[in-house]
């Protein structure tokens, strides 16, 4: 499948796009960035040089994703979310040799106005609600919220929330899959487990 550019869009010689990718009106692809099959970059995104964006990755409109960002396949980042890769940033001091990573796994959301303070990773199927500030690491399948983020349940692959406590142990079924989820020692993690 061919990539698909706006003609507004700047995409810079030496960015790798994935076959089936598109980048909408007035987005612009610093060199250096590696973006994988079948993602969508929104109206006026921007992708900095030191960023990889896995397979299937939705970046909605008005999102700059700044150098040492990953985000891994399946990622959805909402509109006008921000990351950041500073931690204390001051216009007369240069600090590009501080940026701190931030690593965004499979299948997580990051709802619209939320920020990502640099330095942080967000679990694999977590979601992070809009206007968020997420400020320290999120579990696999957490569901946070607030200034600062904080945990407020559990959610499933699909994005339904699961009726697991905040503590303790538990198990839950997804409402919309039937797919089992365990909660051990503050950890879920989802089964394969047939319906029983």
């Not at 896995?54 to 959805?76: H, P």
């Not at 409402?175 to 950890?187: C, F, K, N, Q």
């Amino acid at each position: 499948m061919a990539v698909v550019i706006h003609s507004s869009a700047i995409v810079d010689r030496g960015a790798t796009l994935g076959d089936g990718s598109h980048v909408w009106h007035f987005a612009h692809v610093c060199a250096g960035a590696r973006i994988g099959a079948g993602c969508s970059l929104g109206q006026n995104v921007y992708v900095g040089n030191d960023v990889t964006i896995g397979a299937r990755v939705k970046v909605q409109n008005n999102v700059s994703i700044y150098d040492a960002v990953t985000l891994e396949d399946d990622v959805f980042c909402g509109p006008s979310m921000v990351f950041t890769n500073v931690y204390n940033p001051r216009a007369a001091v240069a600090r590009k040799h501080e940026y701190r990573r931030t690593l965004v796994r499979r299948g997580a959301t990051i709802g619209a106005n939320a920020t990502i303070v640099c330095g942080v990773t967000i679990g694999a199927h977590a979601f992070v609600g809009a206007g968020a500030v997420v400020n320290r690491d999120v579990a696999p399948f957490a569901l946070v919220a607030g200034v600062p983020a904080r945990q407020i349940g559990w959610i499933s692959r699909t994005g339904e929330r699961l009726a697991l406590p905040l503590g303790g142990d538990g198990e839950a079924r997804c409402p919309d899959t039937g797919e089992l989820y365990l909660l051990r020692d503050g950890a879920c993690i989802a089964t394969t487990r047939e319906q029983g």
